[in-house]
């Protein structure tokens, strides 16, 4: 398999999905360059190379969930710092407010999981929160890979369609 083919013949699409999985072009640069290297390491695990972007793609969101998780415990990790530097803080600081705010979007989302039958809540969790693999998560839902990958993707639609009612509800 030529890796360096396939990423030339990827790499821009994948980048505009991690646009929108990120939010801005900076993070999407940095998620597409931490994606191709766990790609690039991780090529044995590719089965077929058609389906490359799909695959990439994929790591590139779990390395943007993950940046997302670590830019949400930043403040707080700075807040430590000062803390035991030995600063106070005033009162009214304003990331007191995106940290509200991250908490009630992670109870929205927390909520949209829990709502989720059985079959795709367990799938749900494993693969996309644990980061199971799928043939792992599938061996231990004793099911086929393509339940498993059917599953997954009713879940993942089910939890946006979800977040989205939430959200729409709350403006």
């Given at each position: 398999?030529?890796?360096?083919?396939?990423?030339?013949?990827?790499?821009?699409?994948?980048?505009?999905?991690?646009?929108?999985?990120?939010?801005n072009?900076?993070?999407?640069?940095?998620v597409?360059?931490?994606?191709?290297?766990k790609?690039?390491?991780?090529?044995?695990?590719?089965?077929?190379?058609?389906?490359?972007?799909?695959?990439?793609a994929?790591?590139g969101?779990?390395?943007?969930?993950?940046?997302?998780?670590?830019?949400?415990?930043?403040?707080?990790?700075?807040?430590?710092?000062?803390?035991?530097?030995?600063?106070?803080?005033?009162?009214?600081?304003?990331?007191?407010?995106?940290?509200?705010?991250?908490?009630?979007m992670?109870?929205?989302?927390?909520s949209?999981?829990?709502?989720?039958?059985?079959?795709?809540?367990?799938?749900?969790?494993?693969?996309d929160?644990?980061?199971?693999?799928?043939?792992?998560?599938?061996?231990?839902?004793?099911?086929?890979?393509?339940?498993?990958?059917?599953?997954?993707?009713?879940?993942?639609?089910?939890?946006?369609e979800?977040?989205?009612?939430?959200?729409?509800?709350?403006?």
């Amino acid at each position: 398999m030529d890796f360096e083919r396939l990423v030339n013949e990827h790499k821009d699409a994948v980048y505009r999905q991690m646009i929108r999985a990120c939010g801005n072009r900076e993070d999407a640069e940095d998620v597409l360059i931490e994606a191709l290297l766990k790609a690039y390491r991780n090529l044995e695990q590719l089965r077929a190379h058609e389906a490359f972007r799909v695959w990439l793609a994929q790591i590139g969101r779990r390395v943007c969930w993950q940046l997302r998780k670590r830019e949400a415990l930043m403040p707080l990790l700075q807040l430590s710092s000062l803390e035991d530097e030995g600063h106070e803080l005033p009162a009214d600081d304003p990331a007191l407010d995106s940290s509200v705010a991250r908490q009630q979007m992670k109870e929205v989302l927390m909520s949209a999981v829990a709502s989720l039958p059985p079959e795709y809540g367990d799938v749900y969790r494993m693969r996309d929160l644990e980061e199971l693999s799928g043939s792992e998560v599938a061996r231990q839902l004793n099911i086929s890979l393509q339940a498993m990958k059917s599953r997954l993707h009713r879940a993942r639609a089910t939890v946006r369609e979800n977040v989205d009612r939430a959200l729409g509800a709350g403006s």
